[in-house]
């Protein structure tokens, strides 16, 4: 994260200093007309280093997405599902739980509402990334990229989009998407096609590694936050009870995380409220919002 | 009765894009209120938790190695790992644990 800032701090520098030094001998028309031309440069060459920031910390992410999908489309193949079913199915959804439990009820013939139904409680926890995010956008963003964003709205990438200080950038996310969503559509193809072919052994190693990202985003804020550091322990304990207590553990998964979700996060809320001058959603504590364009 | 694979998916991207868009189109004014705004800022660490334990347990064949790989995913998050790193490693240490545990 550091190093993105640094990259946006260094191509303003640059910018602006580039003015008098490409025109030594120049006076105040020639700087104006310099700065002028180099606005336009800043903002697209600002699109494009968000861009590309986005696509570098979308890497990690993007590796880790292939190795889940490709289990992801194991589920997928014992579903009845063929390669393109499965890559349609990743590249419109790009959910991991979401899809994995459509797949389950395909397996099974469900009605077309069960499956909308568990579409809608194991994806719920995007309706309040969503709102986090909206928290964190320009009022002047486009509709279109408002739609784009939200298409682009996984664990992962709604992570590193609001660790990100200021209002949202859409480059910064489409750049995440544009090298994560491919991987992870193609790597449910080949799970389906090559399933098969994997050992259990691989299977099951391969099937963590989901879990690995999601601990790469929640335990470092353990370190700056001291309620966060008390609520991660918490969150692992409730969830273990609730999977072994008689009644809830007859629960489906999708609703137990909604359940789970919506009470400690609100308990928590609740007897630890933010200070006022933390901004919503903001994953690291002590930053400000200053928009990042202007 | 055989239900249509592309109609399954349709819905399926229907409720989730319409999931994702409908609070970045309709809450487009900033929270003021404390307590939604402190909720919003628990929410993602404790749904991640949530999905994370014990579910990594019961993930792999044998649940010693799924405890493994979490105590190792943990110290290399902690140690400041990224996404990749801290994946990868959950993996291998669940593939070797398996070796010696099954």
């Given amino acids: 994260m550091l190093a993105c800032m640094s990259g946006h701090a260094f191509a303003t520098t640059t910018g602006i200093k580039s003015i008098p030094f490409s025109h030594p001998e120049g006076k105040m028309p020639l700087a104006i007309r310099g700065y002028k031309v180099s606005t336009g440069n800043i903002s697209e060459s600002r699109k494009k280093a968000a861009f590309f920031n986005g696509v570098r910390d979308g890497i990690p992410i993007a590796l880790g997405y292939l190795a889940v999908s490709f289990s992801l489309g194991i589920a997928a193949k014992k579903a009845g599902l063929n390669a393109f079913q499965g890559f349609l199915a990743s590249i419109l959804n790009v959910a991991s739980a979401g899809e994995y439990a459509g797949f389950t009820m395909i397996a099974s013939d469900a009605s077309y509402l069960s499956i909308a139904l568990i579409t809608l409680i194991t994806n719920a926890r995007y309706l309040l990334m969503s709102t986090v995010l909206s928290q964190r956008t320009a009022p002047e963003m486009k509709p279109v990229h408002r739609l784009f964003v939200s298409y682009g709205i996984t664990d992962e990438i709604f992570a590193i989009s609001v660790a990100r200080p200021g209002y949202l950038n859409p480059w910064y996310h489409y750049g995440a998407i544009a090298i994560s969503v491919p991987l992870w559509s193609i790597g449910t193809s080949l799970g389906i096609i090559a399933g098969n072919m994997l050992s259990v052994r691989l299977v099951s190693a391969f099937s963590v590694a989901l879990y690995g990202m999601f601990l790469a985003i929640f335990i470092p804020p353990m370190k700056k936050d001291r309620t966060v550091r008390v609520l991660i322990p918490v969150c692992f304990a409730a969830s273990y009870l609730c999977s072994v207590l008689p009644g809830i553990r007859t629960v489906s998964s999708g609703t137990r995380i909604i359940i789970l979700t919506l009470a400690i996060a609100g308990s928590v809320a609740a007897i630890r409220p933010i200070p006022e001058e933390k901004n919503s959603g903001q994953m690291s504590a002590g930053k400000t919002d200053v928009p990042e364009e202007k | ?102």
Avoid: D
């Fill in chain 2, 1 to 102: 009765m055989a239900h249509n694979v592309y109609i399954y998916i349709f819905i399926m991207f229907l409720v989730s894009i319409t999931i994702r868009l409908l609070p970045m189109t309709i809450f487009r004014k900033p929270i003021r209120n404390r307590f939604v705004r402190s909720f919003l800022y628990y929410v993602p660490y404790v749904t991640l938790a949530v999905m994370t334990f014990p579910a990594i347990i019961t993930a792999t064949q044998n649940p010693v190695a799924g405890l493994l790989a979490l105590i190792a995913g943990v110290a290399i998050a902690w140690a400041g790992g990224n996404l990749f790193v801290v994946a990868a490693i959950c993996c291998a240490v669940v593939y070797i644990a398996e070796l010696f545990l099954l």
